[in-house]
């Protein structure tokens, strides 16, 4: 072992395991050491650092020092050290204990995972939050569905957002097919990317305000595929609610090229005008040269 690294792991056992160790010595070494010392433990045998990374948690040091702990902690696969981190996310409603639910994200023990439900169904707002992060983390989607599918309100929309973050989109799909379809739901649908869900409730008239909202949804998902469709919404639009929800998709995705399509296509003076107004929010480059012709008169 390197001189430096055996400095360091001997400063770790003197400075965070000695319980006789003077308090005038320990505060004569900088916080920067000892953050040094605890990350120094993540090549250390399992049983070397643990005795030493519960002395740091269960010692007088800073959040800093003990978030480096708890880290630590979530790279020993041993029992002791998922029960160690267990009992700080459920023994402190701090920003410590928040740390520790997302340390057991880092590890990914199943074990673990499934025991941060209690700790979701019992906790505050940021408690939840925190739960729902650490389950992201190890990519456990089926505990965020679980979740959602007894979730209510903000919870829900917390829920299906962190699935649509993950890319769950068949897990999304079946949510709608049991909690129906949600403002949130939509949203979470454009952001894992779910063109075919999106295009489905698009073309779906029964629900004027939600075909809408899926209608600029598609926006964000982008791509030629849901730019041909715009313009295919927006040309066999009944209303003039869902025309408008077509190019403010198209606004969104920055397909300027549909709209200008429509433009030169249209024979109505009133619609030409709201399609020059979206024109020039597209920020096309021909736009100018079409307000230049319709100054001249060309046009």
Do not use: C
Request: no cysteine; net charge negative.
């Amino acid at each position: 072992m390197k001189t430096l690294a055996k400095y360091i792991l001997i400063t770790a056992a003197l400075l965070l395991s000695t319980p006789s160790i003077a308090q005038s010595d320990v505060s004569d070494v900088s916080e920067e050491l000892k953050i040094a010392a605890v990350e120094a433990l993540i090549t250390a045998p399992a049983d070397k650092a643990l005795p030493l990374v519960t002395k740091v948690l269960e010692g007088n040091h800073s959040n800093e020092v003990k978030e480096r702990a708890l880290f630590i902690l979530s790279q020993i696969d041993h029992p002791e050290a998922q029960s160690t981190l267990l009992k700080v996310a459920r023994e402190n409603q701090d920003d410590l204990g928040l740390e520790a639910v997302r340390m057991i994200g880092i590890g990914g023990n199943e074990e673990s995972l499934a025991s941060l439900v209690s700790i979701y169904e019992n906790g505050d707002s940021e408690a939840r939050e925190a739960v729902l992060e650490a389950y992201m983390i190890a990519g456990d989607k089926q505990s965020v569905f679980n979740i959602a599918m007894t979730a209510e309100g903000d919870d829900f929309d917390a829920a299906i957002k962190m699935l649509s973050v993950m890319g769950a989109r068949e897990e999304l799909r079946e949510l709608r097919g049991k909690m129906g379809v949600s403002e949130a739901l939509i949203q979470a649908y454009a952001i894992s990317g779910d063109f075919e869900s999106l295009r489905e409730l698009a073309l779906d008239g029964s629900n004027v305000e939600l075909q809408t909202q899926a209608i600029e949804a598609m926006g964000i998902v982008g791509g030629e595929q849901v730019d041909s469709t715009l313009v295919e919404i927006y040309r066999n639009a009944a209303s003039e609610g869902v025309r408008e929800a077509a190019l403010h998709g198209m606004l969104i995705s920055g397909h300027d090229a549909g709209v200008l399509e429509l433009y030169r296509s249209s024979q109505d003076s009133s619609e030409k005008k709201q399609l020059l107004k979206f024109l020039v929010m597209t920020g096309s480059d021909e736009v100018w040269n079409i307000i230049d012709s319709t100054l001249d008169g060309d046009q």
